[in-house]
């Protein structure tokens, strides 16, 4: 019945319709829409005015505290969506839970610093064309009175070992990068975590771990961007810095599509291709860089993973 009655409404909607699909001489022409492609992504401009890269929708980023306490996402994000029209929801994890997010197909794209942890992911085919990304390092930082006397140590198995007997130590205990890094560092220098004096775990990020080692004068260990980013409101220093094998890489990831249903890769492809473009890695190598006197991130993209150090 109810069909009966709206027949005559319906036939009305969709006359001018049929007159479209029938080629109606009045109907103006239809205007081919540009197909959008990783490699016109890859060459797209910064520029707000709207180009044949932009992509637009929206996409899911799960990425590393680090990216966001240090201020760069503020940077990168709203340059993103200028030359693309992709609105990106950016949610800060440890690594380790940005990589469950990943594998689960929560997100779209994730930016992650652990790259031992991010086999795994990749291996089970979860995570797909990685990009090497930018990189800096880990440092150890603690109070000025540095009760271990690590200041001026030429050995980063000797300064954990000495903060172990001393403390108090904070740490992320997040299974982040910077938590997955502090873990290795005491298995190298042999130390077992029940014996670390004082050590703490907060279940927090970056910045928010920092804050807490500053309020009770411990050590912590950090990448070098969040420290910086911090420091004008911590009383914490940088006591160790330098060890090869406090380098600190970055990895963009598409999540696979074929694992998991309703990814958004086109917008997902349209980050990784946007991250490793020269003038993003030009910005990222810039970042703060005049305001501290120093780098916060290095460019990488288009080196050897085997130039740091990596497969």
Same mark, same amino acid.
């Given at each position: 019945m109810? @069909? +009966?009655r709206l027949a005559p409404v319906l036939t009305l909607l969709l006359l001018p319709w049929a007159a479209i699909a029938c080629g109606d001489d009045d109907a103006p022409p239809k205007t081919a829409q540009p197909q959008v492609s990783a490699s016109s992504l890859a060459t797209a401009t910064l520029s707000p005015t709207p180009a044949a890269g932009r992509v637009g929708g929206t996409m899911i980023l799960a990425t590393t505290t680090s990216t966001q306490d240090s201020g760069l996402l503020d +940077? @990168?994000?709203p340059r !993103?969506?200028?030359a693309t029209g992709v609105d990106v929801k950016v949610i800060a994890v440890g690594t380790g839970a940005a990589l469950e997010m990943g594998a689960k197909g929560d997100a779209d794209a994730v930016l992650v610093h652990a790259p031992t942890s991010e086999k795994k992911y990749v291996d089970s085919g979860d995570l797909i064309d990685g990009k090497l990304v930018m990189h800096n390092d880990f440092v150890v930082v603690g109070p000025p009175s540095d009760p271990a006397k690590v200041r001026g140590a030429k050995d980063i198995t000797a300064v954990m070992a000495a903060i172990a #007997? #001393? %403390?108090? !130590?904070i740490s992320r205990g997040d299974a982040s990068g910077t938590n997955t890094k502090e873990l290795e560092l005491w298995k190298v220098a042999n130390v077992d975590l029940k014996t670390v004096a004082g050590r703490e775990? #907060? %279940?927090?990020g970056m910045g928010a771990t920092l804050n807490i080692a500053d309020q009770k004068a411990a050590y912590t260990l950090t990448d070098r961007a969040t420290y910086l980013a911090l420091k004008k409101n911590l009383r914490l220093e940088i006591l160790f810095e330098g060890a090869p094998n406090l380098l600190?890489?970055?990895h963009v990831y598409v999540v696979n599509p074929a694992k998991h249903g309703g990814v958004k890769e086109t917008q997902a492809r349209a980050w990784v291709a946007f991250l490793v473009d020269p003038a993003t890695q030009q910005l990222i190598g810039d970042f703060k860089k005049a305001e501290f006197g120093q780098s916060l991130f290095f460019a990488d993209a288009g080196k050897p993973e085997t130039s740091l150090g990596l497969r």
């Amino acid at each position: 019945m109810r @069909l +009966a009655r709206l027949a005559p409404v319906l036939t009305l909607l969709l006359l001018p319709w049929a007159a479209i699909a029938c080629g109606d001489d009045d109907a103006p022409p239809k205007t081919a829409q540009p197909q959008v492609s990783a490699s016109s992504l890859a060459t797209a401009t910064l520029s707000p005015t709207p180009a044949a890269g932009r992509v637009g929708g929206t996409m899911i980023l799960a990425t590393t505290t680090s990216t966001q306490d240090s201020g760069l996402l503020d +940077a @990168l994000v709203p340059r !993103f969506k200028d030359a693309t029209g992709v609105d990106v929801k950016v949610i800060a994890v440890g690594t380790g839970a940005a990589l469950e997010m990943g594998a689960k197909g929560d997100a779209d794209a994730v930016l992650v610093h652990a790259p031992t942890s991010e086999k795994k992911y990749v291996d089970s085919g979860d995570l797909i064309d990685g990009k090497l990304v930018m990189h800096n390092d880990f440092v150890v930082v603690g109070p000025p009175s540095d009760p271990a006397k690590v200041r001026g140590a030429k050995d980063i198995t000797a300064v954990m070992a000495a903060i172990a #007997t #001393t %403390g108090p !130590f904070i740490s992320r205990g997040d299974a982040s990068g910077t938590n997955t890094k502090e873990l290795e560092l005491w298995k190298v220098a042999n130390v077992d975590l029940k014996t670390v004096a004082g050590r703490e775990e #907060t %279940g927090q990020g970056m910045g928010a771990t920092l804050n807490i080692a500053d309020q009770k004068a411990a050590y912590t260990l950090t990448d070098r961007a969040t420290y910086l980013a911090l420091k004008k409101n911590l009383r914490l220093e940088i006591l160790f810095e330098g060890a090869p094998n406090l380098l600190n890489v970055y990895h963009v990831y598409v999540v696979n599509p074929a694992k998991h249903g309703g990814v958004k890769e086109t917008q997902a492809r349209a980050w990784v291709a946007f991250l490793v473009d020269p003038a993003t890695q030009q910005l990222i190598g810039d970042f703060k860089k005049a305001e501290f006197g120093q780098s916060l991130f290095f460019a990488d993209a288009g080196k050897p993973e085997t130039s740091l150090g990596l497969r």
